[in-house]
């Protein structure tokens, strides 16, 4: 089955502590993002990446960091986590090149900062 | 201005009914408009994609698409009450931009 997979799907930490999410897809896309769901605020763009060793800031990227040594994963890093990081992530991923192409996304992970 | 507009709702329909969401964009570059079905606590999920000025049908779900007057909209006809689900409306720059989502009811 395609899909982008998502660990932990929900996360209580403390603040200082480093975490890691993981995304892995297996669709081989070459495009994949993380974006962070807040009320009223929507989906926004943290990081994204349109290949393996490329990397880019989205709207939000302040706090986070990732990597992409291999197509399909796309792990999110947060090494110092601070309550205003308490949030609901997303992984996405999608194709790229002629065409127009919808993400598909992973099932979420629910981060709380205390 | 929002890069992407919707009214947060929430857009209440009785069963069977036609349910009718709008979206507005800023930038009249973009290309390609999505429209995702997100139920609480869950992922979103693609539903219907144009690219094209128009209508494009799909089962129950119509997206309208107006380029001069840069909006979209999401038909849903003969709502169901598993239909009620935040929509959200993404709109395809040089980058994937969503909106806030229409929270819509759909009530027996």
């Known amino acids: 089955e395609a899909q982008v997979t998502q660990n932990p799907r929900y996360l209580i930490t403390v603040t200082g502590k480093k975490l890691t999410v993981t995304c892995s897809q297996n669709?081989?896309?070459?495009?994949m993002s993380w974006y962070r769901q807040d009320p009223g605020l929507g989906l926004r763009q943290i990081y994204y990446?349109?290949?393996?060793?490329?990397?880019d800031k989205g709207d939000v990227p302040e706090g986070y960091k990732v990597s992409r040594k291999e197509k399909r994963n796309f792990p999110l890093i947060l090494e110092s986590p601070s309550p205003n990081q308490t949030s609901l992530y997303f992984c996405?991923?999608?194709?790229?090149?002629?065409?127009?192409?919808?993400?598909?996304f992973g099932s979420g992970t629910r981060l709380t900062v205390v | 201005q929002k890069e992407v507009e919707q009214n947060s709702g929430p857009l209440s329909v009785p069963e069977g009914a036609i349910a009718s969401l709008n979206c507005t964009y800023s930038?009249?570059?973009?290309?390609?408009f999505f429209w995702y079905r997100q139920y609480s606590g869950k992922s979103p999920e693609l539903i219907m994609s144009?690219?094209?000025?128009g209508d494009k049908e799909d089962g129950r779900f119509t997206a309208q698409l107006n380029k001069a007057s840069q909006y979209v909209s999401l038909l849903i006809r003969d709502s169901q009450p598993s239909d009620s689900a935040t929509y959200l409306c993404?709109?395809?720059?040089?980058?994937?931009?969503f909106g806030t989502g229409t929270r819509l009811q759909v009530f027996p």
């Open positions: 930038d009249r570059g973009s290309q390609s």
């Open positions: 144009i690219y094209s000025n």
């Open positions: 669709m081989n896309h070459e495009y």
């Open positions: 996405a991923s999608k194709r790229t090149g002629p065409g127009h192409y919808g993400y598909t």
């Open positions: 990446s349109m290949n393996v060793e490329v990397t």
């Open positions: 993404a709109v395809n720059t040089d980058k994937l931009i």
